[in-house]
């Protein structure tokens, strides 16, 4: 069973901290790793994608991968109150076209 | 880019009749189109994956002969919800995947379209 777990939140910061939202994943074989947001009552969006061990940076995110402990992670700096949403963790596995996803992770940003 | 559309973005039906949802890759070529449904406050569920030119391929629970999907070219793919009843009302995301300047294996959503059946 492929599975990819979220803490469901919510998570709340203060406008201007660091938000840093986490995922895990059951499969060892897993090669691609995504973020997404989605807005209430809306599709989700992308925000990155991250296929390497490490950090990638983009913009205020930073996606952090650990392949070893199967840990995929999300910083978003200087956080927003538009930045309220729910964070998707989504996983490629090895020889799959789907998409596994994650439950999400509700951030709240308070002014 | 990677923009994907949707069609409607919103559809009121009575009980018993079919609703057709279109989804179109404006700017690139989708080779995998995915649909999802997402009832409120829960988690995106797939529903099947299509490729284009082939049968689509169903989660399991899914009805094939009341979602019937469409994968006809490579920029559109339609869902048909037919002899729709209440119970299906729910959110309707389509995704893509796809060839070109963009990664195969990502996932670009569409705006979704919300179906209320009365």
């Known amino acids: 069973q492929k599975e990819v777990e979220q803490n469901s939140g919510p998570l709340s910061v203060p406008e201007g901290a660091i938000a840093s939202l986490n995922c895990t994943y059951s499969?060892?074989?897993?090669?691609?790793f995504f973020w997404y947001r989605q807005y209430s009552g809306k599709s989700p969006e992308l925000i990155m994608s991250?296929?390497?061990?490490g950090d990638k940076e983009d913009g205020r995110f930073t996606a952090q991968l650990n392949k070893a402990s199967q840990y995929v992670s999300l910083l978003i700096r200087d956080s927003q109150p538009s930045d309220s949403a729910t964070y998707l963790c989504?996983?490629?596995?090895?020889?799959?076209?789907?998409?596994?996803f994650g439950k999400g992770t509700m951030l709240l940003v308070s002014p | 880019g990677a923009v994907v559309s949707q069609h409607p973005s919103r559809v009121i039906c009575k009980s018993g009749t079919s609703v057709k949802i279109e989804c179109r890759s404006l700017?690139?070529?989708?080779?995998?189109m995915f649909w999802y449904r997402q009832f409120p406050k829960q988690s995106l569920m797939l529903m099947a994956t299509?490729?284009?030119?082939?049968?689509?391929?169903?989660e399991q629970g899914v009805e094939k002969d009341k979602f019937l999907i469409n994968h006809a070219s490579l920029t559109l793919s339609t869902l048909t919800v037919t002899s729709a009843h209440p119970e299906d009302s729910s959110f309707y995301i389509c995704?893509?995947?796809?060839?070109?300047?963009?990664?195969?294996?990502?996932?670009?959503f569409g705006p979704g379209t919300r179906l209320t059946v009365l």
């Open positions: 499969d060892r074989v897993s090669q691609s």
């Open positions: 299509s490729n284009e030119g082939s049968k689509a391929t169903y």
């Open positions: 995704s893509a995947s796809g060839t070109g300047d963009f990664d195969s294996d990502t996932q670009y």
């Open positions: 700017d690139f070529q989708a080779t995998t």
């Open positions: 989504a996983v490629n596995m090895l020889g799959y076209s789907t998409l596994t």
């Open positions: 991250i296929y390497s061990n």
